[in-house]
Nanobody, 122 residues
Framework: QVRLVESGGGLVQAGGSLRLSCVASGRIFSINGMGWYRQVLGKQRELVAA???????DVADSVKGRFAISRDAAKYTWYLEMNSLKPEDTGVYYC????????????????WGQGTQVTVSS
């Protein structure tokens, strides 16, 4: 059974920083892409940042220059470094695995964590 678990969320003042972590566990053979999404109140879930197996990154314009994504592929773990946080960054952040293969199946699949709350105060 594949599971993704996020951690590192919390309450921080505007201008502060947080580091989110995502750990994938189970009989994982490979993951093509690792990413972070967020759900802001009143808006649809949106991509924040993603990184592929070859290290290529994609960062949303709204957080470019403030957030950075990194990975530890050997441990199936990835991170979101968040700096210069703003109140509008408040929301639930979800980690995502794209194109995940297990030892038990040759098919690729998408997997999601349950989310971690980030709250930025003025």
């Amino acid at each position: 059974q594949v599971r993704l678990v996020e951690s590192g969320g919390g309450l921080v003042q505007a201008g502060g920083s947080l580091r989110l972590s995502c750990v994938a566990s189970g009989r994982i053979f490979s993951i093509n892409g690792m990413g972070w999404y967020r759900q802001v109140l009143g808006k649809q879930r949106e991509l924040v940042a993603a990184i592929t197996f070859d290290g290529t990154t994609d960062v949303a314009d709204s957080v470019k220059g403030r957030f950075a994504i990194s990975r530890d592929a050997a441990k199936y773990t990835w991170y979101l470094e968040m700096n210069s946080l703003k109140p509008e960054d408040t929301g639930v952040y979800y980690c995502h695995a794209d194109g995940l293969r297990t030892w038990d199946s040759g098919a690729y699949g998408d997997y999601w964590g349950q989310g971690t709350q980030v709250t930025v105060s003025s």
